[in-house]
DNA sequence: GCATTAACTACCT
DNA sequence: AGGTAGTTAATGC
């Protein structure tokens, strides 16, 4: 989901910095704004009883986040989390009620997105429910790759580290080395100096 | 800091 | 018993 800058300002909307590895939501905490990346990229995760980590998503340049929340009167169940330095629009929910209500098209871009959302959380849930590791990670790659525009083979740059391909699917590190090896065997990818392409 | 390998353990069918 | 994921530790990039 990608608005206009310019449009998000002329709305309230307001720019904020935030440092690596700095919250920008937390768990039980209560929805207010709509958030759009302008640079750098942000996780939204758990942490189980154990306090590892499960990435729920992770999302880059000109994707928004939290929005799924401002329909529903329930606080965030999960933490969004700075990967990088990013600069990050925040606009009020009041104010992003009132810029979609002016704008319909906007209205319906937003359903647009919640249901590829939705769609491709289902079909992430089909793939973690698996105990094969290759499904997966297969599963993962074509939800990232799904945000992505050209469809050709090895086109797709993964700009994941092993261990948040790991944190992402509910494996140990190790598990994702061995099976992304097996998998450029049998050439469902390729891996060029340590990067995963898809 | 991140990726890889190896040797071992544990679990499951 | 065989296969596979997790654990631990050492090593390489």
Redo the contacts with the bound molecule.
């Keep these: 989901m990608k608005i206009e800058e310019d449009l998000l300002l002329s709305y309230g909307g307001e720019i904020k910095s935030y440092k690596q590895n700095e919250f920008i939501f937390r768990e039980d905490e209560k929805p207010a704004f709509y958030y759009q990346i302008i640079e750098g990229s942000i996780k939204e995760n758990n942490y189980n009883e154990l306090g590892s980590e499960f990435i729920q998503n992770i999302l880059g340049t000109d994707q928004s986040f939290g929005d799924s929340f401002l329909f529903l009167h329930k606080n965030y169940n999960i933490n969004a989390v700075a990967l990088t330095d990013c600069q990050i629009i925040k606009l009020k929910k009041d104010d992003f009620f009132r810029l979609i209500k002016e704008y319909p098209d906007l209205s319906v871009d937003t359903n647009k997105c919640l249901s590829q959302r939705l769609y491709f959380k289902t079909a992430m849930i089909q793939n973690l429910a698996s ?4 499904k997966r990670i297969l599963g993962l790659l074509d939800y990232l790759k799904s945000f992505h525009k050209d469809d050709d083979k090895f086109s797709f740059l993964v700009k ?5 391909i790991a944190d992402l699917i ?6 994702v ?5 097996k998998l450029e065997r049998e050439n469902f990818l390729k ?1 060029d ?2 990067k995963i392409y898809y």
Excluded: F
């Excluded at 994941?160 to 948040?164: G, V």
């Excluded at 509910?170 to 598990?175: A, K, N, P, S, Y």
């Design positions: 105990s094969l590791p290759e994941l580290t092993r261990q948040q509910g494996l140990r590190v190790e598990t080395i061995r099976t992304a090896k891996i100096s340590r």
